[in-house]
Every structure is written in C-alpha cells, then in structure tokens.
C-alpha cells in the first residue's frame, strides 16, 4: 500500500521556522520525483519545490527561493521542507508528492499557520 505521510506543521510567528517531514512506503522512493505543494484556503494548489530522485537538482517557486530548502534522504524514504523567514501568506496546506511516469501519489496534507 502506497503512503505518504506528512509531518512537522503548526503554528509559527512570522519569522520563524518549521522542517516538515514526508515518509514513504510501498514504492521505490529512491525512482521518484518528490516535490512540495501547497494549498491555501480559496487558492489553487501550487507546487513550492522539487527534487530529483539524487537530491542532486533542486527548484522552488519565486515565492520561496532563499527561505525553503528541499531535501531527501533515500535510505529513510524521507523528503523534508525546511521553511525559514515564514511569512503569513504561507499559511497553507502543505501536501508531499511524489512522481514517476505516469504515476503520481499524494500525502494528506500538514497544516502550517504563519501568525503573530
């Protein structure tokens, strides 16, 4: 069974930081694509950051460059976010993703909050 299990949200004052964490299981991790997506309330998910299956090639949205790091450990079958200099506007739901292919899997999602 394929699961993507997302950690690591909560309530931050702006500023701040949060690592969020995605674990998998039941696929090859290490053949996978993995990015960040986020979604805020009344907004169209949007993809934040990208990796590839080396964790050698790394993108991120304008929005985010010079505050969020991705990184993936694959012997831990971990992606992690590392979030600094929170904004409010990124107050969202951050979903893990995982690519190969045709294949696309999705995590539930992690709650970040971005308020003073």
């Known amino acids: 069974q394929v699961r993507l299990v997302e950690s690591g949200g909560g309530l931050v004052q702006p500023g701040g930081s949060l690592r969020l964490s995605c674990v998998a299981s039941?696929?090859?991790?290490?053949?996978?694509?993995m990015n960040w997506y986020r979604q805020a309330p009344g907004k169209e998910r949007e993809l934040v950051a990208s990796?590839?299956?080396?964790?050698?090639?790394?993108n991120y949205a304008d929005s985010v460059k010079g505050r969020f790091t991705i990184s993936r450990d694959n012997p831990k079958n971990t992606v992690y976010l590392q979030m600094n200099s929170l904004k409010p506007e990124d107050t969202a739901v951050y979903y893990c993703?995982?690519?190969?292919?045709?294949?696309?899997?999705w995590g539930q999602g992690t709650q970040v909050t971005v308020s003073s």
């Open positions: 993703n995982a690519v190969f292919a045709s294949s696309r899997y």
């Open positions: 039941g696929f090859t991790f290490r053949t996978y694509g």
């Open positions: 990796i590839n299956v080396f964790g050698s090639s790394t």
